[in-house]
């Protein structure tokens, strides 16, 4: 049985195309710079967004109509559910998926419930991943949905909480390792603070390092040699989430001695909710060395929450991409559309125009980061700007050969007096255009 | 000679007063859980709003008809404000001050100038803290204002500019020394950057560790015995400051192993530009071990830069002072006015409008801070509500006594239903608004 | 059968109770300006988050365990709604409720079933206001929630989908009319768009205007008294609302000649998300002769969404009530919580605590307020700020004395050099202060 | 005498060419729907950024060593100003500039001084006008640096101010006329309050439309053609400026019968700051038949100020190009840059830079604007979209056919249960990338 019978396979018909059913600039196999496109962007699929949401908001009711969503037996619903998204995944070519342990499987009534569904329906996905070639970028767990979850997961007040917590981490990394997962995910939901009235912050952050540890440790026992993965998200649903952005979490990893062990899960969503740019989450992981992959999305600058639409800026992503690629590109991240269709666009074909439209948005990006990283010319920049601290001063000052003092001495002696240079700011930014906008 | 003379010393009169240039609430010999007013608060006046503003923004000259302002022999001027400065120190009758180097002296042409200009205007000002008993909470250097620093003092591109950076820090920090200030204070105002795309966000992070760690020896040299003080902001006049708030400043001191010999000051305007409220920056640098001192002042919600007017909210202050109360108070630290009359309150009087009114609120908030501190009643509740984490459940996990797996065992084992508990927000706001408004 | 058992009716217990469940401050019989507290307050509590809503958000399921909420006959379940709603109503002894059409019916399948069971519902709720004395502030008619409003009501690209709104409005206004409703709202729930893209703004504006008309025609044909409201919002559930504040409210309603027709209902939370304090928004509306009615609740400052909280600012509603007080209270309007319990609040208990912590509020903010009309400081200051608009210049420019010319000409003849005169701003604060905080 | 020395006229040289100083897309002869892109665009150059501006911020000096900004007699600096701007503008090849009274002449000590240095610069210009072929796209005045203004122009508290304010105007009004300027612009600087509490609403906007009434009629008595303006900001300098957006804008015209007599000048900045996108500003301005002219410039999303940055997104501009195309385009408007380079791009070449970056990014947006616009599938699927409104019914409600009751009575005599219909906005999107990006 067919969930998008009306819809081909969707290929590559080149720029000039009139069919919004076709890739025009995401040509798989297509070389940059030593590796396909398919290699390079390592686009995945969520479930949750795409085959789990209602349509609904917080102030309407779903206006999708999904046959697996329709009343029914919950564990058939969730095989019509896979048979429905491997198709999506299918026709739409890409890669890689994620989940959610309760996107995939009925929660139950109880653990006994949710270990026996969770199971029965991971072997399920084994089956179609190898049936369809597809692969999972990763897994995670919904720690923030159930009402037992009301007051955080880790850092609830409640450690049977802690342990609830536990089990389905527990489970859906051993699911992840199982079905094969380059990552696993730990986005920290309601791991934050409604009120400061209520809450012991220094207990609360313990809670959350000793519940990672645990984690870190599972990851070794079992041999899971993917990558650990936290999410970072100032706020929503809380007031204020601990995992607030990268430099939080990095902070927060090296207090603990995690630093090497997990890495970041950047959001472009987040990054603006946080009061960043998402080039600049990017770069600072990487400048903190947590870079790990990324949940493309955009947010809407005159709203001031999730709203998770799917990415369509190329002079936005052109230098994400620039930062990743010049850092290496990934290893085991890669592009997660943690995006959904507008509450409107409640036709099967919406789900296919958000992803195809997005994932050409990749492709152009792409392209034009390789011309910045090929042309080097901010890089050459930059080298230039700093040339200074490349002299016997800058060295000196850097390997800790001056006091305050004798520095000031120095200075004084030589009589210093340096003069600002021009940063050159528009002509950098006339530099990222011309690559963006040059035809080749 | 008189730059205040309408203007009598401020006294306390009480709350039925209708002297608007008299305290109605700081009466600062009056005690409260054992010290004075005085001795909680320490007030302190700073110099650059006060005394060196003139009253203009971006779009207007300066309003401000100040005698030291106008034209004239640098140095004299320099002369008289600081006369006119501790005459207003002494009329409004608080403990203490604040400045930056160039705010007392004038820079001069090159090094040698700077140096020698400000050596007298030190000594002028150890003559007049001795004849008023006025003692310096904090002095700092300015590395922002002039061309030099456009591109960062630290993090400038240029080592020279590092070294005039440093040659200004340890001249005002030996100034601060011998004038017994009681912390030194390091506000990062270009050390961000306008553009990534000019910009190494990994050299100029190692620089700025470099500077600090010579800060810290350079207090340790001269023996020092203050505190060393990062204040935090995110933005302004910087796109990015790397200083964005008490969590990224926290994970930076930890990255370089500066964590304990580095604290940071709070300013109420910078935690909400940072998207925080003032409460959670200050509960948050409890929690990570590095409270030190706070400059007290408000932005404007509809308003997204750094308005530094004057605190008027007896509700958020009663907050932010419970938490430094409920950890023991100030111990170096004190309330410093990083605040400015607005461009149109252009009259001397205004000055103390501004200060008078906003000491007043501090101490109505102090006061309704003990009442909570005394009655216990939000710390009853956290109390109750982590109680789980007091259980044997709770202490073997936290003591590293589960692995993820075997907690998740233990939870299958004993059946957990954990049910969500009510986290009662509502009734806690109750509790804090009796004990602000309960008559007394 | 009693919903709220283990809870008192709440009493006015003066402020040095320690009853959680009493009133410290509204003593709905003291008098103030001539008026009782409950007269000046016009206290109502509004069903939908109080009686509706389950405890989810974006993120999470419901976590509130309200017997009404149970599976089952829909009719039954609203009649178990209403009769827990009126319990409530009584056990907070406030004078006043407002409803949408469907938070007190069920929408059934069709516009048949929606009459009847609307019609049913409207008789039950007029014999429980006969047995309880409880009078209805406003009634509207919900036009968002419904996948069929997912593109707007009036405003949908489908006019069928306008007649739905139609049938609604004129159900809901007629049964606000039978009711003795003083009030209609209307809040343009998804009168906006997604995205420009395929919205067509002047046609949408248009059919606002068209079916704002009828529903004025209709008020009059039907006879009903009360005043029409719409209630401005910028965003959120969509991009952008048409409704955007105030000021933009009676922008529309002048270009369509309505504007003393309608007037504004104003969100606090509302107020924020567009840009403004509540005080503003309430100015405005009085600087505009459109001033209804208020919608009492609080933002987060550090969340970008409707929070919908319960007021616990005595400062800033003290401001507002001083602008409604100055302007003769309200008449049709009143004070309506449109307000909801932290998610986390999941026990009845928390009903009571939201809404008698708000009430205190409102209580002792209308105190302060009155104390700021009766020594007229603020309005004194302004009286004398502006009055060179008094004197003959003054008045010959306004009364259109001048032209362009002849003004800059008398300029120029008079020798006009006007200087600067402080607005004293700091001053005006503190006098708030003091009203608010000195003990009486 | 050359301030530009080291700088060649710009030219286009195609989008290969990597020349920095050249243009890549800006051939201003090359025609676009039956106009040239000169003619499209209509470029101006300020005069206050880019000439008057020495670099400064609210924490730091000027950066900028122009030769015109250096100690002298201040006339002698006006011509030298004068000399540049106009080389500089022939220089970049660019048909149109503009200025504030205040930026081309010294304010001088009195109200003659004002008059008679302006008068001469007026003369100065209408020579350069002459002898570069230059003209002016809209002249101001400056009505909010000088002190007199702190508490604003027409809406001060003093009638004196608002007679210098109309001294300034007349003079400003009358030089825009002799120098033929298309459009005359308003912007209210200090039009506005910093805080309510000393603030008369009523009285205040009183006085500005009788400001702008006195402006209307000037322009007739003096027979200027052009288009009067008003630039829309909602916030700083002041707190709340009147002119906040706009729609409030052209609900104040329309309250005081002026909304046919003066248009809209829209910033991109702005709007962000008011919490719109600059598209939705310019659909907004023609849905209201006020649309003018535009301030082409960009914000930060990170930061809450006006940064006036140059516009570097063809994203954002091919739309709001598309939405002035598909209205006809600019008749009496243009593309002002209101636009700074930033403080450290202090060197003369980056003024060149961020202009000839700016005006090749519009180049480029307009050409993605007419691809939009002929091939009609964003209006195409409006047309689709909407068609019901069409139809007898849709008709018949807009032409007031119905009242609400009868409306209801059809709709339940149909039985209409309309279904809500995809509204594709990321098809919609990815028809918008594919005219930015497919490759002509």
């Known amino acids: 049985m067919s969930y998008f019978e009306a819809i081909p396979a969707i290929r590559y018909e080149g720029p000039q195309s009139d069919n919004p059913l076709a890739y025009h600039y995401y040509d798989r196999t297509k070389k940059l710079l030593g590796k396909t496109l398919e290699e390079h962007l390592r686009v995945a699929v969520c479930y949750w967004h795409t085959f789990v949401w209602p349509g609904g908001d917080i102030f309407g009711h779903g206006t999708f109509h999904r046959p697996w969503h329709q009343p029914g037996d919950a564990m058939e619903r969730a095989h019509q ?74 850092t609830n ?39 400061l009235l209520n809450t012991d912050l220094s207990r609360e952050r313990e809670q959350f390092a000793r519940f990672l540890s645990m984690v870190v440790e599972h990851k070794a026992r079992i041999g899971f040699k993917g990558t650990l993965l936290i999410e970072p998200k100032p706020q929503e649903p809380t007031k204020h989430q601990y995992d607030y952005d990268v430099a939080t979490v990095h902070g927060f990893l090296t207090q603990y001695g995690l630093q090497n062990e997990i890495r970041v899960n950047i959001e472009a969503n987040h990054a603006t909710l946080a009061g960043h740019s998402f080039h600049h989450e990017i770069a600072m992981a990487y400048a903190l060395g947590v870079f790990g992959s990324v949940d493309a999305n955009r947010g809407d600058s005159q709203n001031g929450w999730d709203t998770d639409q799917f990415p369509n800026s190329v002079e936005e992503l052109t230098l994400a991409l620039y930062e990743i690629l010049r850092h290496g590109g990934f290893t085991t991240g890669g592009m997660n559309f943690d995006a959904k269709v507008r509450r409107q666009s409640a036709d099967p074909e919406d789900l296919f125009y958000g992803h195809v439209g997005a994932i050409d948005v990749l492709a152009l990006a792409l392209e034009r980061a390789a011309v910045l990283v090929e042309n080097d010319r901010l890089e050459q920049f930059k080298r230039q700007r700093y040339a200074g601290w490349d002299t016997e001063l800058g060295r000196k000052i850097l390997a800790g050969g001056y006091s305050l003092a004798s520095l000031a001495a120095d200075a004084a002696a030589h009589g210093f007096n340096p003069q600002h240079a021009s940063g050159q700011q528009e002509r950098l930014e006339n530099v990222v255009n011309q690559a963006i906008y040059a035809q080749r």
């Open 81 to 154: 559910k896979a048979d429905a998204a491997f198709e999506f995944f299918t026709k739409l070519g890409v890669p890689f998926y994620t989940f959610h342990d309760t996107d995939v499987a009925p929660e139950g009534k109880d653990l006994k419930d949710y270990k026996e569904n969770f199971a029965r329906m991971v072997d399920y996905l084994e089956a179609k991943q190898q049936a369809s070639g597809m692969k999972l970028l990763w897994g995670t767990a919904n720690l923030f949905s159930h009402p037992r979850y009301a007051a955080g997961a880790a």
């Open 157 to 195: 007040p409640n450690p049977e909480v802690f342990a609830w917590a536990a089990t389905q981490v527990c489970h859906a990394l051993d699911a992840t390792h199982r079905l094969g997962g380059e990552n696993y995910v730990l986005w920290g939901g309601r791991e934050g603070y409604e009120t």
